[in-house]
Structure formats: C-alpha cells, structure tokens
C-alpha cells in the first residue's frame, strides 16, 4: 500500500516529531499516513494537537486520528439516532456527508444534498449540522440538524440564474446534476463558504457565502450571501480549507472519472492559482486537515474503490480491514 503512494510526484512532506509551529527536520522526510477503519475519508476538521475529527460519505460516523502516527481511530461517534434519518430495512442511511469546517467552539458538517448515483431522490441526504465536542473529548450533536438549506438555495435570488431546481433533480455526477462537496469558515469567523462540484455554469464552479451557520442548528433559515464562479478550468470543487490567510481547493472532474487538482485562491481572483507541483496520482483526494501552527497540511484521500485484496476498500465486510490514506504536504509560499 505505501510503495504505490511513494510512486507520486508529490512532494510530501512529514512533521513527525517536531513541536507545534516548528518546521520539519530537513532534509524532509516523504510521509504517507495510513488510517484504519474507514475508507471514503470526506469532509474534516482540527480536534487538537495532532488529531482531526473526518468524516466518511458511506456511513455516519464521526471518527478522531491521530493525523502523526495513523492507525485506528481514537475515539468514534455514530450519529445515525441523532440526524433525523427515515430508517430503512438496512438500517440507518448514509446521510452522505461531504464537508466539514469549524468555527469554535462548533464543527459544522454538510451533505451532498443531492441524489443517490442512480438519481433516485433521498431526503436523508439534506442535512447541515454542528457538533461540540467536550473536555473529555466526547463529539455530541448541537442542536438539530437543519433539512431544508435545498430550499433556502433553490430560493435565493442571486442563484435564480443557475437553475438549481433542474439541476437537484438529475443524478449528482451526471452532467448539470447538483453535488455539493467543499465548505470552509471565512475570515469573519461567522460565515462560510460552500462550493458546489456539480453543476458548472460557463464551466466554472460555483460557490455562495452562508452567513449564519450557527443559527442553522437552532432552526433559523438560511441566509445567503454572495454568489462568485471560480474558474478551475473545468473542474467542480471536492473541498475546500482557509489556511494562514488564502484558501485552498481540491478540484476534481463533476463525473469522478480523472484527477483531481490543487489550487490556492486570494479570495478575488476569478481564476485561483494552481499548484502545479501537487500531483495526485494514486489519489482521490476529498479533505484537507489544515493545523494553523504547522507548515505542512494533511490531504486525506477516499480510498472507497481502492483495491485491497483484490476487493474495493468499502465493500469488505471486516470494519477493521479498511483503510484510506492521508499525505503531508508542503505548499509552495504566498505569492
């Protein structure tokens, strides 16, 4: 499993046993961190010093690593009784959870919100909610997760254009389908920025600021703010993380069919910046982990189809068999 990662161009570089806010030993190390119990990492946040809180889009659990040394989850937390879910003969539905962000002391997590693969329509997969997580380490739900933000979209004026009415009903990788996959906090501290990966007006990907997050969970409509088009050339978002002062994005093709690509954005520019350094081969990049006091950022991959033993990561039947992997990676200054 390591020897493909380390075929990548990528450089990828490890933080392991440096402090807080120092920089890695040089000559860095190339670092692959691989997680275990899970396969189809989405949307994350920072829990602490080293540990992050992901989730993963096939189930609803919330799970904490350590993002230096890997391995199992430290702690886990199935949300299913708490989301509002419409049971069915399986059990609990996936509420397909793609992104994630936080503005302390909660963390905010979003659906998809659009339908299954085949289009068939779910309501489970309309669900914007927060959590909180306690002393003693404990991700509890705040408040009750908030089922119509399709709604406040479909509604608001400043997306009439885009026709997301359409959109919400074609299947969420088919072309113009609706898919939303990248969510960040802004430099306010209050709102956030959500982005789409389907549809892409002009071929560009869209993105609208929610201005009250919080109120959601406490049954308060959204409020919208401003609508920008990024050109990524071509390409939807699958993420997205404001890291010291710029924003980052995994871009990445609306039918999962090719590569993903890294780009930096100022928060002005109509075309972000690609790295063109970041090669993602072998990867299928969903998440960042962005720790504000290190150098280096953790990009975790959705390893759902990933061969192990011949068989794709999420269709083993062991728990403890799966896996998906994560890489340090240096970026290149501010401009």
Same mark, same amino acid.
């Given at each position: 499993?390591?020897? %493909?990662?380390?075929?990548? @161009? ?5 933080? =392991? ?6 920089? !890695?030993?040089?000559p ?26 992901? @989730?993963? #889009? ?15 989850p430290i ?45 068939k ?5 309309f ?13 509890? =739900? ?6 119509? +933000? ?12 885009? #026709? ?17 996959? %990248?969510?960040? @906090? ?6 956030? =920025? ?6 892409? !007006?002009? &071929?560009?990907? $869209? ?8 109120? +959601? ?6 409020? +919208?703010g401003?609508? *920008? ?8 978002i ?6 010291? &002062? *710029? ?26 910046? =690609? ?30 189809? *990933? +061969? ?14 799966? *896996?998906f992997?994560?890489?340090?990676l240096? $970026?290149?200054?501010?401009?």
């Amino acid at each position: 499993m390591i020897r %493909g990662m380390l075929k990548t @161009a990528f450089v990828m570089t490890a933080v =392991l046993g440096s402090s807080p806010g120092d920089r !890695p030993p040089s000559p860095p190390t190339t670092k692959v961190v691989t997680f275990e119990g899970a396969c189809d990492a989405s949307g994350a946040v920072v829990q602490g010093k080293w540990s992050f809180t992901v @989730a993963d #889009d096939e189930d609803n659990i919330i799970r904490v690593y350590d993002g230096k040394t890997g391995g199992r989850p430290i702690r886990t937390t199935d949300l299913s009784s708490s989301l509002g879910l419409s049971m069915g003969k399986k059990g609990a539905p996936e509420t397909d959870i793609e992104a994630a962000t936080e503005i302390p002391p909660l963390s905010f997590w979003l659906s998809s919100h659009g339908r299954k693969s085949s289009g068939k329509l779910d309501t489970n997969r309309f669900r914007f909610f927060a959590t909180r997580t306690s002393r003693n380490g404990t991700v509890q =739900l705040e408040g009750k997760p908030y089922t119509q +933000l399709l709604d406040d979209l479909l509604a608001a004026p400043q997306l009439a254009a885009f #026709d997301l009415a359409s959109a919400s009903k074609r299947a969420p990788k088919a072309e113009g389908g609706l898919n939303i996959e %990248g969510m960040t @906090a802004m430099e306010d501290g209050k709102s956030v =920025l959500i982005g789409f990966r389907n549809p892409l !007006p002009e &071929g560009k990907a $869209l993105t609208i600021v929610l201005l009250n997050p919080a109120e +959601l969970p406490q049954g308060k409509p959204a409020r +919208l703010g401003a609508v *920008r088009l990024l050109d990524f050339g071509g390409l939807g978002i699958r993420s997205i993380s404001r890291w010291k &002062g *710029r924003y980052l994005f995994i871009a990445g093709p609306t039918s999962g069919q090719g590569g993903s690509r890294l780009f930096t954005w100022d928060g002005k520019a109509e075309r972000p910046t =690609l790295v063109e350094s970041a090669d993602f081969t072998d990867l299928n990049p969903e998440a960042f982990v962005t720790f504000e006091d290190k150098e280096e950022i953790l990009a975790l991959s959705d390893d759902g189809t *990933r +061969l192990l033993d011949g068989v794709e990561c999420k269709r083993l039947q062991e728990p403890e068999k799966k *896996r998906f992997r994560g890489v340090w990676l240096r $970026l290149p200054p501010k401009s």
